[in-house]
């Protein structure tokens, strides 16, 4: 039998420093027996390791916030800016509202209202049960405001505030059917409460209410009978309007249901909001069911504007066979992201600004329009790439229900995240989920600038800044902007950085970063909003309670506006306040430090109102100043001055298309070069 000799000895080898496992593994030598009783065994091992580990990131977080707070120290810091004036409300303030010379407040009990000079309450309405969650208002004239409030249950009241006391007019979403109730999801007035949209759902679908405000006919009727103007009483009690009825007993013992609500409806005697529009969300496009081309242009009203794309000639077969090449090609992708297909989901929320006069409305001769009145809405709905415009001059005969199509209809190439309108309304801003935006003039009917975030980041809301007028010798013509301006657009984006885009008028846009991500996440922005009573101004919340006023000019924080040492601002990260231009001020819900015991108890009793007057702080040295100038809208002039305003604009917009022209066609040579080369190349290898 054979046996195996080896030529040397077997030796356990002595580890050598290469060949030493790592830390983390269980087996390892030891050189010094000694040190065996002082290793730990498992799983205290692995226990140490974790603690360890806990305290170095603890370490590493503690040293990052003291860089931060180095850093932050070594700034300027910006002037501090104490309230001018306090007051408290009732119950806990959930939103504000300011209109003329009174501030509205909703509350956990109804709704209150105050005197702008004094803080005085002068009316309240209390309503048990009933939390006012939002509010709209809006100034009709003659100490005459319009109110929309929306309650936890989604509920629309429409009131109308005269003579110190709120008057009810109507639920708008009130259904006898509690089964069937709808609930309000967003609420806008448009300028001069001429018209109001109420976007509603249920549990199975989205659409949108668009009413018409007959303010001039209420202002008439409260001047004929007095006692429609009394309003409600300023301490009217009722219950929920899902379980309290009032039962009134008849002389024969019988006890008939009544709601309160009704009867102070009852009591109003003004004339009801009139229903002009629904929209509801676009439907998905599916296959076509026309059997020829000639089928399809039937249906198609005139051809002059683009459509929502239903009527086409593309069959289910044909758009699955596109899905499967796209799916067999793309394979590795798509199980890498782990795409699976779903369905396409009705969309639940709409975007939609009410629009005045200008030239992408186009209104038939026949039709008065007015030029401080809206004549239109745009309307987006989530993850769409149509923006979508109504008239809103429709004659009453119109079935509302009916299903309603756009007058003009916009296609983008990305799904649009978010839109604004310019408080002028000239302008409208669109931001895709690409990171594009546009600015579009609607006067011209033109887009103004074209830009986008190079990194890509997801666009939060986007806010129209009043420029700054740069001096001119040649004065304006009547109507029109003053020379050459510069339309600022402040981009907050979902990452807490924000942005400022430039769009001249003449020449190219450019976008500035104003401030990156930040690295604490207390300093996280919830909110950005902007001071339209001084130019490139714009106030900033932070999650730190931190209310700031930058210049986008200069990218700096000047003044930082604070609460008293005794108050903090209630729940930064959805801040209560409300900034009013007409007025010169910010108001600001407070609440008061204590315990953590109590804090619930006093939050729930009663809020503070501040009130922070821009005129009290030498605000204006820290923006540039700004020539008043007249600006008219283009609908009272003669249609000379008109057109000549129209020439000059397109004048000066040339002047910048002059310049890139060049530009352009050197790249439409090259690429002109370019496909003949590969044209050749093509030939040349067809021959061989």
């Given amino acids: 039998m054979a046996v195996y000799i080896p030529k040397h000895p077997l030796e356990i080898p002595p580890p050598s420093e290469k060949d030493w496992p790592k830390d983390d593994e269980e087996d390892f030598f030891l050189q010094d027996p000694d040190r065996k009783r002082d290793v730990l065994p498992q799983p205290f091992r692995m226990m140490n390791k974790l603690v360890m580990l806990v305290f170095e990131n603890a370490m590493a977080i503690i040293e990052k916030r003291e860089m931060l707070q180095e850093a932050q120290n070594l700034k300027v ?8 004036a306090e007051f408290q409300v009732t119950g806990k303030a959930s939103c504000l509202a300011v209109s003329g010379k009174y501030i509205f407040v909703g509350l956990s009990v109804g709704l209150a209202a105050f005197e702008m000079s004094d803080c005085k309450e002068v009316c309240a309405w209390d309503a048990v049960k009933t939390e006012i969650c939002a509010i709209h208002a809006s100034d009709l004239g003659n100490e005459r405001h319009i109110l929309l409030a929306v309650d936890e249950m989604g509920l629309v009241w429409l009131f109308c505030f005269h003579k110190e006391s709120f008057l009810l007019i109507k639920i708008l979403n009130e259904v006898e059917d509690i089964s069937k109730q709808s609930t309000c999801v967003e609420v806008v007035v448009s300028p001069g409460g001429d018209y109001t949209g109420v976007l509603l759902q249920d549990s199975t679908k989205a659409w949108l209410e668009i009413y018409r405000l007959p303010k001039d006919s209420w202002l008439k009727e409260m001047e004929k009978s007095p006692g429609a103007a009394a309003g409600l009483a300023c301490r009217e009690r009722r219950s929920s309007w899902t379980s309290a009825k009032s039962l009134e ?26 229903l002009l529009l629904k929209v509801k969300p676009p439907k998905s496009i599916t296959g076509s069911s026309f059997k020829s081309p000639l089928d399809a ?10 459509g929502l794309g239903y009527n086409h000639l593309i069959k289910d077969s044909q758009w699955e066979q596109q899905e499967a090449v796209f799916r067999n090609t793309y394979r590795q992708y798509l199980e890498a992201e782990g795409e699976t297909a779903s369905k396409e989901e009705i969309p639940r929320h709409a975007t939609f600004h009410f629009l005045l006069p200008s030239q992408i409305l186009q209104v038939g001769p026949e039709m008065k329009v007015q030029p401080d009145v809206p004549a239109g809405i745009s309307v987006h709905w989530d993850g ?37 309108v310019s408080s002028c309304s000239r302008y409208l801003a669109l931001a895709c989920e690409d990171a594009t935006i546009t600015i579009w003039d609607n006067h011209l009917g033109y887009p103004l600038s074209v830009t986008a975030i190079l990194e890509e980041r997801v666009t939060h809301s986007i806010h129209f800044l ?7 010798d040649e004065m304006p013509c009547p109507g029109t902007d003053p020379a050459c301006p510069i339309v600022q657009l402040l981009v907050l984006c979902t990452d807490s950085s924000f942005y400022l885009v430039k769009a001249p008028r003449a020449g190219k846009s450019s976008i500035t970063l104003l401030a990156d991500r930040p690295e604490d996440p207390d300093l996280a922005v919830s909110a ?67 315990l953590a015991g109590a804090l619930a108890q006093s939050r729930d009793s009663h809020s503070t109102i501040f009130l922070f007057d821009f005129n009290s702080y030498p605000l ?29 604009d397109r004048q000066q917009s040339l002047l910048g298309l002059g310049e890139q022209l060049p530009e352009y066609w050197s790249r439409l040579q090259a690429q002109a070069a370019l496909m003949d080369k590969e044209r050749e190349k093509v030939k040349g290898q067809k021959k061989l």
Wanted: charged share 20%; net charge neutral.
């Fill in 77 to 84: 810091q910006p002037t501090k800016c104490f309230p001018t």
């Fill in 249 to 274: 007993l008849h002389g024969d013992g019988s006890a008939e249901m009544e709601s309160p609500v009704s009867a102070n409806k009852a009591n109003a005697k003004l004339s009801l909001p009139v």
């Fill in 297 to 306: 242009l039937k249906k198609v009203d005139d051809g002059s504007m683009l």
């Fill in 384 to 420: 769409s790439h149509n923006l979508c415009l109504y008239l809103l001059n429709r004659p009453l005969k119109e079935k509302v229900d009916s299903d309603l199509k756009p007058d003009v209809v916009w296609p983008c190439a990305a799904p649009i995240a978010c839109s604004a």
């Fill in 466 to 472: 009043r420029s700054s007028v740069t001096a001119s």
């Fill in 528 to 594: 950005v909003v902007p001071v339209l009573t001084y130019p490139s101004a714009a106030l900033v919340f932070s999650w730190d309670g931190t209310v700031s006023l930058m210049n986008t000019a200069t990218s700096q924080i000047v003044y930082c506006f604070s609460t008293p040492p005794s108050h903090v601002v209630a729940s930064p990260w959805q801040p209560v306040f409300v900034v009013d231009s007409v007025n010169c001020c910010l108001l600001l819900r407070g609440d008061k430090q204590q």
């Fill in 620 to 648: 204006k040295e820290a923006f540039p100043k700004e020539s008043d100038l007249p600006l008219k809208s283009l609908q009272n002039l003669p249609w000379t001055e008109r057109c000549n305003i129209y020439l000059r």
